[in-house]
């Protein structure tokens, strides 16, 4: 029997932890919020959790199981699948938009989590005692136009990220996600309890529960609710890219995919809702807008730690767990592309780290910078997007990358890989769960997002203007700097 040589977990519990680690992060906490707000609330919300049931968990399976065969990167592990299946040897190039997606995502993830850790020392040091809205949109829009301390922050993230895959992902792992997540997840339950305390309370519970046809009615239904809905459970389930694949690589033959999906996909998604609950009654009790954008929950959160009991406490140990959150997750991004350099190029693990980390730090300057001296606007789906780079590498992986990725999985496992391969590797017989799974993987994931893609055209169309958008820019930089030589 195959194993990695990259090494294996030491239990059935230790991938489950692993697994919810890179899923639980700040696509839950800090993602799914602002999307709900900025998407219409209560249909967002009832789209997202159809397609993290629909699509994410079957294509979750798939992901691992093929990790599970291939135990290589996932760039080596297509291949290697592909041949034993007789298949275009091509089909690594899959494994390539994965590690692709996973340098642009981690590149902006880091930026987002550099936020967390300056949030833990603003609230440690008391600066939101007594806050109101006014206040905090000032100290968040004044820490984003701060390319220096952005970048700051971006880079002692990314450097603590690659030190923990620079290690072998499973070392330090295990006692990050058992204690921390744990603790995260009381914290939210702390924080759904101030909310539960606010005027607004069930104003919040009914805009994240209740769809309001009403708002709908002005939008594009597939590219406004539908599309970021879609890219929204692939994101926090850290599916399409290869990185639930690679963990899937370290796990043991004898452990079942299925329930293990299911434990993983039920964390995830009652993080998010949580942090939905606990942010949205703040939002409206305090008067802020909920389609405010990436800030939201760096200006409603705080609002409240300044308010409650031990606020102080709460608020820094908040944004401690959350960063550590982000950082589980953040070793899953970069993991994939290390382990191709190890195994491709063979480089120790530690250059291997660094190198692929630096490039993906490098490409996180140009986020840090979007928020700022870059910063540009444009309009997307209806919507006004303000920061230029960083929402153009936002959509395009989590929009399009990943659900690309996601359905060529599905394809490959359920179309094109033998029926006695993906039996033999879930584990389930003949059952009416594995026909279930082979189903959805077969129709209902690929025909989704097909309908869903093509009912977004207007993504494309959008994606045409962003470029001419790029080059004109260009030009007048380039001109600018023409005449500032003269
Ligand atoms: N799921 C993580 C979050 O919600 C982010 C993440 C980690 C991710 N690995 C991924 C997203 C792979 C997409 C693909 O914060």
């Not at 550099?114 to 603003?122: D, E, S």
């Not at 295990?174 to 744990?182: G, H, I, Q, T």
Request: include cysteine.
């Amino acid at each position: 029997m195959r194993t990695s040589i990259h090494g294996q977990w030491s239990s059935r519990w230790i991938f489950i932890l692993a697994a919810t680690g890179s899923a639980v992060g700040l696509g839950n906490i800090w993602r799914f919020p602002y999307l709900t707000g900025e998407n219409g609330g209560g249909a967002f919300v009832l789209v997202y959790l159809l397609c993290v049931i629909m699509m994410g968990i079957p294509i979750m399976m798939a992901e691992i199981l093929l990790g599970r065969r291939g135990r290589k990167s996932p760039i080596n592990t297509m291949e290697t699948l592909a041949a034993e299946e007789g298949l275009n040897p091509n089909w690594r190039f899959l494994g390539w938009l994965g590690v692709l997606a996973g340098f642009i995502i981690l590149s902006y993830y880091s930026v987002i989590a550099g936020w967390t850790i300056a949030f833990i020392f603003k609230t440690g040091m008391g600066d939101f005692v007594g806050a109101n809205a006014e206040q905090t949109t000032t100290i968040f829009s004044e820490l984003i136009s701060s390319p220096g301390i952005l970048l700051f922050w971006h880079s002692i993230f990314m450097f603590i990220t690659i030190r923990v895959v620079s290690r072998g992902v499973s070392g330090g792992l295990e006692r990050a996600v058992k204690f921390l997540m744990p603790a995260l997840f009381v914290l939210l339950l702390v924080m759904v309890g101030y909310a539960m305390s606010t005027e607004k309370f069930l104003d919040g519970l009914k805009y994240l529960f209740i769809p309001d046809f009403n708002s709908l009615a002005e939008k594009n239904l597939f590219s406004d609710v539908f599309l970021p809905a879609l890219g929204q459970a692939f994101f926090s389930l850290s599916i399409g890219m290869g990185a639930i694949m690679i963990y899937g690589s370290y796990l043991s033959k004898d452990s079942s995919i299925t329930s293990n999906c299911f434990v993983i996909a039920i964390a995830d998604t009652s993080v998010a809702i949580l942090a939905g609950i606990a942010i949205f009654p703040i939002v409206f009790t305090y008067g802020l807008d909920p389609s405010d954008g990436p800030g939201l929950i760096f200006i409603s959160l705080p609002i409240a730690f300044g308010q409650m009991p031990f606020g102080t406490f709460f608020g820094c140990l908040f944004f401690i767990l959350l960063m550590f959150a982000a950082w589980t997750s953040s070793i899953s991004l970069l993991e994939p592309a290390v382990t191709w350099l190890v195994e491709s190029k063979k480089m120790s693990r530690i250059k291997a780290s660094y190198i692929a980390g630096f490039i993906a730090w490098l490409l996180g300057v140009l986020t840090a910078l979007s928020f700022n001296y870059w910063a540009f606007e444009f309009s997307f789906a209806g919507a006004i997007k303000q920061n230029g780079l960083f929402d153009i590498f936002d959509i395009l992986t989590s929009n399009i990358m990943l659900p690309l990725g996601g359905v060529l999985v599905a394809i490959f496992t359920s179309w094109l890989m033998s029926r006695k391969s993906t039996v033999d590797e879930l584990g389930l017989g003949d059952s009416i769960a594995y026909k279930i799974w082979r189903f959805t993987i077969r129709y209902i994931a690929p025909i989704g997002v097909l309908i869903i893609f093509l009912n977004s055209i207007i993504v494309f169309i959008f994606w045409l203007t962003v470029l001419f958008k790029i080059l004109f820019i260009l030009k007048i930089n380039s001109l600018g700097s023409k005449g500032f030589g003269k």
